[in-house]
Structure formats: structure tokens, C-alpha cells
């Protein structure tokens, strides 16, 4: 099973992004599935999940302008990141953790926020 992330690009600050991850196929086990960001010099660091029954956590930076969601039927999440900031600037992983705590990857997209 593949992930494939999508939909980073140039933005202005306060500019929006929907990022969406697709995956090739049904991961069993899946119990989360969320988006990690690496700025560049910065290690990895987890942004937003959504687990099976729909309830959603974000890290703190995020809150309120980051929405995640799902579509079962596609296979797909997205993330919803208005009122963007320099700082948000990142490359953007997809993820998907199974009930063994197996992780899937997808390859990142960059997600780049002038000022």
C-alpha cells in the first residue's frame, strides 16, 4: 500500500492549503491517520490525526487553523491549513498507524509560506 501526498505549493501568509493523502489501497488495522511536517535543520514533528471514530487532535501551533478530516470511501484524508504563517513552512508526510502501531508514509509535499 502506497500513500501519495498532495496539494502543497507557494502561498502569502494568511493564505490557505488543502493537502490530500490517497491511499493505493485498504491498510489493515488502521486505527489513525494524521500528517507530520519537517521544517528544513528541524527534526519531524507530528501536526494533526484523526482516529477511527472521527475524533481529531491537532499540536498546538495548529489549533484553529488546521482542520483534518477523511473520506472512507476514497481512502483519503486531507488538511485543511488556513491562515498560514512563515513558520508553517514545512515539508508535509501523511501517515496512517495500525492497531500493531505499524506505519505507513507517504513521500511529503512541500508547503512553502512567504511573508
Known amino acids: 500500500v502506497q500513500l501519495q501526498a498532495s496539494g502543497g505549493g507557494l502561498v502569502q501568509a494568511g493564505g490557505s492549503l488543502r493537502l490530500s493523502c490517497a491511499a493505493s489501497?485498504?491498510?489493515?488495522?488502521?486505527?489513525?491517520r494524521g500528517w507530520y511536517r519537517q521544517a528544513p535543520g528541524k527534526e519531524r514533528e507530528w501536526v494533526a490525526l484523526?482516529?477511527?471514530?472521527?475524533?481529531?487532535n491537532y499540536e498546538d501551533s495548529v489549533k484553529g487553523r488546521f482542520a483534518i478530516s477523511r473520506d472512507i470511501a476514497k481512502n483519503t484524508w486531507y488538511l485543511q491549513m488556513n491562515s498560514l504563517k512563515p513558520e508553517d513552512t514545512a515539508v508535509y508526510f501523511c501517515?496512517?498507524?495500525?492497531?500493531?502501531?505499524?506505519?505507513?508514509w507517504g513521500q511529503g509535499t512541500q508547503v512553502t509560506v512567504s511573508s
Open positions: 501517515y496512517a498507524k495500525t492497531n500493531y502501531d505499524k506505519l505507513y
Open positions: 489501497g485498504k491498510i489493515s488495522g488502521v486505527n489513525a
Open positions: 484523526i482516529i477511527n471514530n472521527g475524533i481529531t
